[in-house]
């Protein structure tokens, strides 16, 4: 099994810290070149028109929703056999949200799939005979180019050597599992995942866990608890923010990416201590992402580590995305910056995006992880891993090591390397905003209004590419777009008719010239 | 020390009351010495000329006729005001509390956190886990031992039906193994909306949701509908999935005593009155009733009938978690609902894992469309996780449409769990509880080692040489800082319709030795 390398000076402190250590303040600006990222300033008039689009929405909603108070307007998914209503659901802000303005364009969410999500995906044809608030399967499907799945490195496969591992340990173990791990849920198919993952991300020893949400909301609080402080970024995913809430720890949230932030808040939190009592802060633990799956971003490693180190604080990398998808072999975002997987204290990660499976990992130390195996409430609580999907995810994890004895994973990595960058040199050339990291397979293509982001959906649709349309709540109010993710299955012909199709779509929809301003931090 | 605020405060009083004073008087002097000047000069002014005397001709005027000790008197106290609005230090009671940039440094060198985790010691183990190789069925190979499997949760012996196995492979084969995304961006396949139908289809509910862990579904339906300022009622014996949603929902947690109907009457009863006193706010608040219908961790049976009748008469959901006992209770294996001649709308919300009596993965909840669907844009660990693999969701069904085909086995595993729940009884050295027909047994030693970790070291070692013995069981396992009420430590069973009489009485019998050997 493979040992972290560490200096001898750090060896006794867990979080890498240099006692004595540097003192002088880290300048956002001190490093690294290779941190290119693009954000553009939402400008005004996009802004105004946004909010507008919205108000409009929202007003129609109230008049609607009067109207059917006085029962003119008869219309609705259930509420008429749910008369006692104890659970309120009425008066919910999420319920006008979801009748009046997520309805409008309920038909390019939740689109179902009836095949394998690889580089193409056959979507079931629908219709909705009644605005929207119920989908008829009309019995046709349409095979659309798969521009929405987190397929990064290809692995959605049908058939191939993952597939057949999967089949194989469905005969050997079973589809299901009905222990904990802690009980008689350890599977020898488990074990030696955690092995190939410890060894693939570069750590002591990992644990693996059945789904990647869990893994997140169930072993933060295993590592944080009341008295400690957890700063999180702005944009971490909900499981993190769960993960957070459950544990009882204090939430400070910094800007995204943002270093000066993180650090006032990390140097405030030293010299005031905990609210009221002022007694030092047990643990401080800093949650980042790799990429972060609505921007496209990645974080500063670099500077966050140096703060790490300098205040003693521990940090936690989420690579659900970027794990498989980044760096040279794919080893995540460790390896695309140059950091040593060593200075991240918890490795966690995901298998549903590179590796075709589902489920997630920690990866740390042994004391780490040993720790957890007798304290997360997932190891304890709930059930353990599937086998096939232990498989499929051993099996693909061997091939991007080359353990195969192929280079076909070294191939795929490269290939999504080269995608990644031609399409977003592409999109940024017709002048789109594109959000995020020049090396994320996650695009986001900024398109403001609500209204475009459905249009551009369906009207994509219509051509035979699947992409995802994401707006409020679940990015801010004035920045709706559309993600794309990208994956080594895609070819340089798929990729040139998704260009050219938005294109021309966008130029119909008045979109495009962009003036994107490169930032370069 | 708590004189010093009161200090600083009569300082600060004193300091504003003598500024405005001073003020005041000044100004008042200077006004009525000019009004007094002006009216003294109006005789030898005519009416006219006094309103071009402007303010600084008339301080001019003022001062030419005015004593000279006045006016030195009042430019002091001008020059004192100034001095006292401007030139002062202001004070800032908590300037003090702020370090220097050097105290800070200091400060941050100083501090020193705890290791991430803390070190293992004795209390702190490892914890062993056993490797299991091959099918986990009636038996299993733990750590290349072939034993008796009373461990696991398989209880309709699905996990190694062969029907099963083969709907995954073709499942496999067609959508592969992973659906690469959350529900709502291309990771709904035809296949979970078929599992959702058939789930609401068995359990005779309007929609059924489907989450990917078991763990997750009531973790977080319980959330997605109560929020802070809501009131949850609920048993103090739920299991840790159901602590974790109640404590994420953030609302006020009322819990009962564990199946105890007269205290949650209580509560009620309390609840009611404080909304009479305040109508509006309990208007507005929802109230839910969340319980288990098996309880994991004790195996005995809620009340239910009571429970229905509270709903009704204080207007309080019911959120009934029935991953023990869907699969498992009733003529048809619905769940509690069934077995106490319940109707579906008596309970709003069933929430039940599929890793017990399905033999798959992931977890679902069942209700009236317009609750569940609440759940699809609210439930967290639905919208913003990966939907569960289709293989799974395939076996899913299946598993569902054998319960439906196969009904006899529902009955069939309630006699084996009464016919083991007997066989158990007559070992002297242990307490069987819990309800009669629940296929998980909790025994309890019946005579304290005195301690909880003694008993907890006993019960260890009865289950190694079971191990050797060739049965498989395990003690239940709880995070024991963090449960709401730890049960006392027992060894947790699980009885499978695939078991035979033989080996359960084999079982009984090995677990009765074992007993006897270790009590002595």
């Not at chain 1, 980042?288 to 921007?295: F, H, K, N, P, T």
């Not at chain 1, 966050?304 to 604080?313: F, N, R, S, V």
């Not at chain 2, 005779?204 to 509908?225: H, K, L, M, N, T």
């Not at chain 2, 039940?352 to 759940?375: E, N, P, R, W």
């Amino acid at each position: 099994m493979p040992r972290e390398k560490k200096p001898v000076a750090v060896a006794s402190r867990s979080n890498g810290h240099v006692p004595n250590g540097t003192t002088e303040k880290i300048t956002a600006k001190s490093k690294k070149p290779q941190h290119k990222e693009t954000f553009d300033q939402v400008p005004l008039d996009r802004a105004i028109t946004t909010y507008f689009s919205y108000a409009l929405m929202i007003f129609w909603g109230y008049i609607w929703d009067a109207l059917r108070q006085i029962g003119l307007i008869k219309d609705g998914h259930g509420e008429a056999t749910c008369k006692d209503d104890l659970f309120k659901l009425k008066m919910e802000w999420t319920g006008f949200y979801t009748r009046n303005v997520y309805r409008r364009m309920r038909d390019c969410f939740n689109r179902p799939v009836c095949g394998v999500p690889g580089a193409y995906i056959d979507l079931v044809d629908r219709k909705s005979d009644d605005f929207n608030w119920t989908f008829k399967n009309v019995g046709t499907k349409t095979r659309c180019l798969n521009l929405g799945s987190y397929n990064y490195l290809g692995f959605a496969e049908e058939k191939g050597p993952c597939a057949d591992a999967a089949i194989q340990s469905i005969h050997e173990y079973g589809a299901g599992t009905n222990s904990s791990r802690v009980d008689l849920g350890t599977l020898q198919c488990i074990q030696d995942l955690e092995e190939k993952v410890a060894e693939f991300v570069r750590k002591a020893a990992a644990i693996v866990f059945g789904m990647g949400f869990s893994t997140n909301s169930t072993n933060i609080p295993a590592l944080v608890e009341k008295g400690c402080l957890i700063l999180s970024d702005a944009l971490n995913h909900a499981s993190v923010v769960t993960g957070a809430k459950l544990s009882g720890a204090t939430i400070r949230v910094f800007k995204h990416n943002d270093i000066e932030s993180l650090e006032y808040l990390l140097r405030e939190a030293i010299v005031k201590g905990q609210p009221r009592t002022h007694r030092p802060w047990k643990k401080i633990l800093i949650i980042v992402e790799g990429i972060y799956s609505m921007e496209g971003s990645v974080p500063r490693l670099h500077e966050i580590i140096e703060l790490k180190k300098k205040y003693k604080a521990y940090l936690y990398l989420d690579e659900a995305h970027s794990i498989g998808a980044m760096g040279p072999t794919g080893r995540g975002v460790t390896e695309y910056l140059g950091v040593d997987p060593a200075d991240v204290d918890i490795m966690m990660g995901t298998f549903t995006k590179s590796f075709g499976g589902c489920g997630g990992y920690i990866a740390a130390t042994e004391d780490i992880i040993n720790h957890l195996r007798s304290h997360s409430h997932a190891a304890i609580y709930a059930s353990a891993m599937s086998a096939p999907v232990a498989l499929q995810i051993l099996t693909s994890m061997k091939i991007i090591m080359g353990e195969d004895g192929t280079n076909e994973g070294q191939k795929r990595v490269t290939q999504l390397i080269e995608n990644t960058r031609y399409f977003r040199k592409r999109l940024k050339e017709m002048k789109f905003t594109v959000y995020g990291n020049d090396d994320s397979p996650v695009v986001p293509i900024i398109v403001y209004q609500p209204g475009r982001i459905q249009a551009i959906s369906r009207k994509l649709r219509e051509k035979k590419i699947a992409v995802v349309g994401v707006g409020y709540p679940a990015t801010s109010i004035v920045e709706g777009r559309i993600r794309i993710c990208l994956s080594a299955a895609h070819t340089r012909e798929m990729l040139d008719t998704v260009l050219k199709e938005f294109g021309d779509i966008c130029s119909t929809l008045w979109m495009g010239n962009d003036t994107v301003k490169d930032k370069t931090s | 020390m708590v004189t010093a605020p009161l200090v600083h405060l009569t300082n600060q009083i004193t300091h504003t009351s003598l500024v405005i004073g001073l003020g005041t008087i000044f100004t008042a002097s200077l006004f009525c010495g000019l009004i007094d000047r002006l009216r003294g000069v109006g005789g030898t002014m005519s009416t006219s000329d006094y309103s071009y005397i402007t303010i600084f001709e008339g301080i001019l005027l003022y001062a030419s006729e005015a004593p000279t000790y006045h006016i030195i008197l009042e430019v002091a106290l001008v020059l004192w005001i100034i001095k006292l609005l401007f030139f002062t230090q202001k004070y800032h009671p908590n300037a003090s509390d702020k370090p220097t940039p050097e105290e800070e440094e200091s400060l941050i060198h100083d501090w020193e956190p705890e290791p991430l985790v803390p070190p293992l010691s004795d209390d702190n183990k490892v914890p062993e886990s056993p490797i299991v190789t091959g099918m986990t069925g009636t038996y299993v190979t733990v750590d290349g031992k072939k034993c008796l499997n009373l461990a696991t949760f398989n209880f309709l012996g699905l996990l190694n039906k062969k029907n099963i196995h083969e709907v995954a492979e073709t499942t496999i084969k067609k959508y592969g193994v992973g659906s690469c995304g959350p529900r709502g961006f291309y990771g709904t396949m035809d296949v979970h909306i078929d599992l959702e139908e058939k789930l609401a289809e068995f359990t005779g509910r309007e929609e059924a949701i489907v989450y990917s862990f078991g763990f997750a579904a009531i973790a977080s339906a319980i959330p997605a509908y109560s929020k802070r300022g809501d009131i949850i009622f609920c048993d103090e014996g739920v299991g840790f999935a159901v602590q974790k949603g109640l404590s994420a929902s953030r609302s006020q947690l009322k819990y009962f005593k564990h199946n105890d109907m007269e205290d949650l009457e209580k509560l009620l009863l309390d609840q009611e009155k404080k909304d009479k006193r305040n109508p509006d706010k309990a208007k507005k608040a929802r109230k839910f009733i969340v319980a288990e219908a098996l309880y994991m961790n004790y195996g005995d049976l809620v009340p239910l009938k009571k429970l229905v009748e509270f709903r009704k008469r204080f207007g309080v959901a019911i959120i009934l978690e029935e991953s023990l006992s869907f699969g498992v209770l009733g003529k048809t294996g619905k769940g509690a609902v069934e077995h106490f001649n319940l109707t579906n709308d008596d309970v709003d919300i069933v929430c039940a894992s599929m890793s017990l009596s399905m033999a798959t993965m992931g977890g679902f909840c069942a209700g009236k469309t317009f609750v569940i669907d609440h759940q699809r844009l609210s439930g967290v660990g639905y919208c913003f996780s990966a939907s569960l693999p289709p293989f799974l969701a395939t076996a899913g069904s299946e598993a569902l449409s054998i319960m439906k085909e196969s009904p006899a086995m529902f009955q069939e595993l309630r006699e084996k769990a009464k016919l083991f729940r007997q066989l158990l009884n007559d070992i002297s050295e242990i307490r069987v509880e819990g309800f009669e027909e629940s296929p998980l047994i909790h025994i309890y030693l019946a005579h304290s080692q005195g301690s909880r970790e003694l008993d907890k070291n006993l019960l260890d070692q009865i289950v190694s040489d079971c191990y050797q013995e060739g049965i498989a069981i395990v003690t239940a396992k709880y995070l024991e800082s963090q449960e709401h009420n730890l049960p006392p430590p027992s060894i947790r069973l699980a009885v499978s319709v695939e078991h035979t009489k033989e080996e359960l009485t084999k079982g009984a019998q090995v677990l009765k030795n074992v007993f006897e050997k270790r009590c002595q």
